[in-house]
């Protein structure tokens, strides 16, 4: 970590310090709010700052490794003889990871007019040669759609906390359980026989449903504009879509057509009516009660956290709309001391009641019966990413 980032983050837990002594104060109102507020701006402006050097610093280390384990490339003729060796899918990937491959699909799109390297790569497909029938996924460069998936990973809440697998196929994929929670071993007197108790198996299918971006519109003044970046304008755009319409699904999807929820999978568990879904999960759900502090959490018997399995608890997490979030950081517990805890350390995320926490604008904010705030490892959701995008 820089000296730079150490005075940033010793400067943000100083501001969180002010916001946690303005909370002590008799009346939260007026003047004390209004500070409480500008000072809630600064720190978040000072934790985008920290987490973009830190970022900085990390990618120009990766740069560094890089340079510094390059190596020089073969000879023509070994390439020659390495090209001649690759099949005509792996020459296509190499051709659609290179930079004049790029180069050619930027044209494409601002005129419509395809070169020898799209259609080479058409060619390499098995398709028809020219670039405006057939199956246009190929046309895409590598380098667009790992663009896409990045954009996309980061938006939203769910992606980045829950377990993802990739499947090159959408065909439905059992996914084995076992619950032997129940099962204890014994004690066995001398020459007595061993019993025998078997875990409950079970299986989960994992289905596939297809979720577009639908149409990119770009105006001809933007495609004509040679400095303008259509690669970055358009996968910025499709990721933001297909973050919006996923990361809905993944919360309060209803399993038809869609992602199963991760809520309307923990409200069906917790009713009795699923026996392996979403467990180490739960869901504030206080009906009538339109506000959620300490007690919900943590103090009375029936809170969160208490809801969870130990075993489940050292990787939890909360998850909240921002919202809800932004409550927590106001509120201390029944023995004054803050819920909201300030990193100073690098890679130590800030915390709720010890917890880490992750925002998701999908979730119910706080109210009357709201599933407005999740606790579990969220490790054990599952999404399933079917093949690569496609354009």
Not at 118 to 139: I, K, M, N, Q
């Amino acid at each position: 970590m820089s000296q730079k980032s150490i005075e940033l983050r010793q400067k943000r837990a100083a501001l969180a310090q002010e916001m946690f002594d303005l909370t002590e104060k008799t009346t939260f109102a007026g003047e004390a709010e209004a500070r409480w507020k500008t000072l809630d701006a600064e720190q978040k402006s000072l934790e985008t700052q920290i987490n973009a050097i830190e970022a900085s610093e990390k990618l120009a280390g990766e740069m560094r490794e890089s340079k510094n384990g390059h190596r020089e490339t073969a000879q023509p003729t070994t390439e020659i003889r390495t090209n001649a060796a690759k099949t005509p899918q792996e020459r296509m990937q190499e051709k659609r990871a290179s930079a004049e491959y790029n180069k050619s699909f930027d044209n494409f799109v601002r005129s419509g007019r395809p070169d020898q390297n799209l259609e080479e790569v058409r060619t390499y497909a098995g398709l028809e040669s020219a670039v405006g029938g057939g199956d246009g996924e190929f046309v895409v460069p590598v380098g667009f759609q790992k663009e896409l998936e990045i954009k996309l990973k980061q938006y939203g809440g769910m992606r980045n906390v829950c377990r993802i697998i990739s499947t090159s196929s959408g065909n439905p994929l059992q996914w084995p359980t076992m619950d032997d929670t129940s099962n204890t071993g014994e004690w066995l007197a001398e020459a007595a026989g061993v019993g025998q108790v078997n875990p409950a198996f079970g299986r989960i299918s994992f289905t596939a449903n297809v979720a577009s971006s639908k149409q990119v519109l770009v105006s001809v003044q933007l495609l004509q504009d040679s400095a303008f970046d259509v690669q970055s304008l358009l996968s910025t755009a499709m990721a933001i879509r297909l973050g919006r319409r996923t990361n809905n699904g993944y919360t309060k999807g209803t399993g038809s057509g869609q992602p199963k929820g991760i809520v309307p999978a923990i409200v069906a568990y917790n009713s009795g009516s699923q026996i392996v879904t979403a467990v180490g999960a739960n869901a504030t759900n206080n009906p009538g009660s339109t506000t959620i502090n300490s007690v919900d959490l943590i103090t009375d018997l029936d809170a969160l956290i208490t809801k969870v399995d130990p075993a489940y608890r050292p990787d939890a997490k909360f998850m909240a709309h921002q919202s809800t979030l932004d409550t927590f950081r106001k509120q201390k517990d029944g023995f004054g001391r803050p819920l909201w805890n300030v990193s100073v350390s690098e890679d130590e995320p800030d915390t709720i009641y010890g917890y880490g926490y992750q925002w998701n604008q999908d979730l119910d904010t706080i109210g009357a019966s709201a599933n407005s705030v999740l606790f579990g490892n969220f490790e054990h959701y599952v999404i399933r990413d079917v093949g690569p995008a496609t354009f």
